[in-house]
């Protein structure tokens, strides 16, 4: 029995390092995007997403990424708070995601950039909501 429980312990933290990675990688990503000399140094396939966006999108995008940082430290601190901290991230990245989506149509883009800029962002919050949510029925948050 306590080996299952220490290879759950070890899966859970594995998780919880790699979503804070992830998370402060867009966060390091956001703040990146909020200098325009940085932006200026950008595709301008890149460059146009980013300056046609929306206050409200970039607010999304801030809440998705800050969502994510904050509900990656509550859930290493394994405290419940961690659920609504990603259902915020999710719903930022939704946010942040679904004006992009129509912007894409007109930009000459990759598969592999909608891929990073679209379906894995979502892919990830989704996935960390459903394991916090997960978790915390377990009882590993409290």
């Not at 609504?84 to 883009?109: C, E, K, M, Q």
């Not at 800029?117 to 949510?133: G, K, Q």
């Amino acid at each position: 029995m306590s080996e299952t429980r220490s290879k759950t312990f070890i899966g859970f933290w594995v998780i919880a390092i790699a979503a804070l990675i992830w998370n402060l990688m867009g966060a390091a990503n956001f703040l990146f995007q909020m200098n325009p000399e940085n932006i200026a140094l950008m595709p301008d396939t890149h460059r146009a997403l980013i300056e046609d966006r929306a206050v409200w999108t970039t607010a999304g995008f801030a809440a998705g990424v800050f969502g994510g940082v904050i509900g990656a430290i509550l859930m290493m601190l394994r405290r419940i708070w961690a659920v609504p901290a990603f259902a915020l991230s999710l719903i930022g990245v939704l946010v942040a995601i679904l004006p992009t989506i129509g912007l894409i149509r007109d930009a000459s883009l990759t598969t592999a950039d909608v891929a990073l800029m679209i379906v894995m962002p979502v892919f990830v919050a989704l996935i960390l909501w459903l394991y916090a949510r997960k978790i915390a029925a377990r009882g590993w948050l409290r």
